[in-house]
């Protein structure tokens, strides 16, 4: 078994669009995932899955019922399942994710945003 | 619920001891945790849990069979289950630790540097 480790900065210039996970590494069912994030997201929940972001680059802010949460480089959160939850970011920023492979995107959203088929990178 | 999130940074200057990583967040039976390293741990392999080593400072090897591995900041590597490595770090290095909430520090081996019961900071 090739065991490869995973540079994100290699990862992170290998795609450039936004709001569309990519999968770069797996275990124990879950699923690490890059994402690129500029602009709006939809206010939307996972029924069954807890949600882990990371910030690599940039600033990532996640508004909540009633705060909105503003995460820089080095923070992490964890948004629980069945919390609402809607990111949003002014500037591009970088985020890792860890979640279950079952993870959608926009949760219990399904519209124009949503990816259904992540690529691994 | 409150949703509160993490700075790593302010984790990591928490504690100093090497070799027994604390817990910062979990989700879905998962752990993140952050560990100090410094110096040689043992060659181990875990039963049932891949490993995922993710470098937020310095510089970590992974002996594993037949190579060795460098992770610099901003690297990681998921260590399959049942694969024997044996990490070590000539220099401190910080490193943040995705694995079951399960998951043994020192998997199949038993010594000195096992932690069983882990803190939660």
């Given at each position: 078994m090739e065991i490869r480790k995973v540079n994100l900065e290699e990862k992170l210039d290998l795609f450039s669009d936004y709001w569309s996970p990519k999968i770069v590494a797996a275990l124990n069912g879950q699923q690490i995932k890059l994402v690129k994030c500029k602009g709006d997201f939809d206010m939307h929940h996972h029924e069954s899955e807890d949600e882990l972001f990371y910030v690599i680059d940039g600033k990532l802010f996640i508004e909540l019922d009633n705060e909105t949460l503003e995460l820089n480089p080095g923070e992490l959160v964890v948004i629980p399942k069945g919390v609402q939850h809607r990111p949003f970011a002014p500037e591009e920023v970088h985020v890792m994710l860890f979640e279950p492979?079952?993870?959608?995107?926009t949760g219990n959203v399904n519209n124009?945003?949503?990816?259904s088929e992540l690529d691994q990178i």
């Open positions: 492979a079952s993870t959608l995107n124009n945003l949503t990816v």
